[in-house]
């Protein structure tokens, strides 16, 4: 019988061995795979796939036992610790126990590209020692992940925004990690720059736009753009983005006649159940309570 092949890691996430076992799976539109997986005790190997995976083991004291391109190693799993798997190369991996665990997926090309930009090309996600199988911990990568999923089950799959935004932020630090950060961003946007990216989301609102396509705008990489435009506007592009999409819903609501759903879509959510979520976490009230406070007022 002939091993089935597959291309991508979200394909092999989905037809493999471990779709059985997934709890979670959200691709966020930008050659980024979230899942969170439950996997029994045994053989966790799999083929050679082009992405790079960073996993979170979320329970701990598991025996692991495999090989993910760095050399042979054993020993017990850390409770929030991470297992950098590499991209092209046959991972191997038996665990003692049940294994829980969440993990994002870094599709090599689009992201080496991303990387270079940034980092004038003196760190390869392909040659990188940190695929030794050791554990590692980093508050920064744990609170992002921690954001990711959170902001998953409120909202569905993360948005372009996010999730390039969460990425740069995680390469970032493993690129400190091995030594070879980038080069830093000195200083906020231009206030040209500032005044075009506000523009532009204002303008597409309903819209996934990306980070990488605000950045190209305004002729930055994302690594740089998204911290520069933190330090220009106070808040990060998708925070800065939900406030925008949250007043424009507040004008339509007090102002239009348009059903929920209706505004929902306007401002660049799925449902009128995502923007309740978003509008509850925002303005501490529901859509249909500050429609109708609001309508008394006038």
């Known amino acids: 019988m002939t091993a089935p092949t ?3 890691w979200a394909d092999w996430i989905k037809r493999g061995s471990v779709a059985p076992h997934i709890l979670t799976l959200k691709s966020a539109g930008t050659k980024l795979d ?4 439950i996997r029994p005790k045994g053989d966790l190997s799999r083929m050679a796939l082009p992405s790079m995976v960073l ?3 979320l329970v701990g004291g598991t025996h692991l036992c495999g090989d993910f391109g760095g050399g042979r190693f054993a020993g017990t799993s850390v409770k929030g610790g991470f297992y950098l798997a590499p991209p092209n190369a ?4 038996t665990v003692d126990a049940e294994h829980h665990t969440r993990a994002l997926a870094f599709s090599i090309e689009y ?5 270079d930009w940034a980092a004038d090309r003196n760190f390869s996600l392909t040659g990188s020692k940190l695929y030794n199988g050791r554990c590692f911990r980093s508050p920064l990568i744990h609170s992002i992940f921690r954001q990711l999923w959170r902001i998953g089950d409120e909202e569905g799959a993360p948005s372009r925004i996010l999730a390039q935004a969460a990425g740069c932020e995680i390469l970032a630090e493993l690129c400190r990690l091995h030594r070879a950060p980038f080069s830093p961003a000195n200083g906020g946007l231009a206030p040209w720059a500032e005044r075009r990216c506000i523009e532009i989301m204002r ?20 690594f740089h753009f998204s911290r520069m435009f933190k330090q220009s506007v106070g808040v990060p592009p998708r925070v800065f983005l939900t406030q925008l999409r949250v007043d424009k819903a507040c004008e339509l609501l007090r102002y239009s006649d348009l059903p929920i759903t209706e505004i929902a879509f306007e401002v660049g959510y799925s449902s009128s159940q995502v923007l309740a979520r978003v509008f509850l976490k925002n303005r501490n009230t529901t859509p249909t309570d500050y429609r109708r406070e609001h309508r008394k007022l006038q």
């Open 6 to 8: 597959f291309d991508t």
């Open 34 to 37: 979230m899942v969170e997986a």
């Open 55 to 57: 996993n979170q083991d």
């Open 90 to 93: 046959d991972y191997k991996l």
């Open 111 to 115: 992201w080496q590209m991303v990387v």
């Open 203 to 222: 303008m597409r609102l309903a819209e996934d736009i990306s980070l990488v396509e605000l950045a190209v705008e305004v002729k930055l990489s994302p």
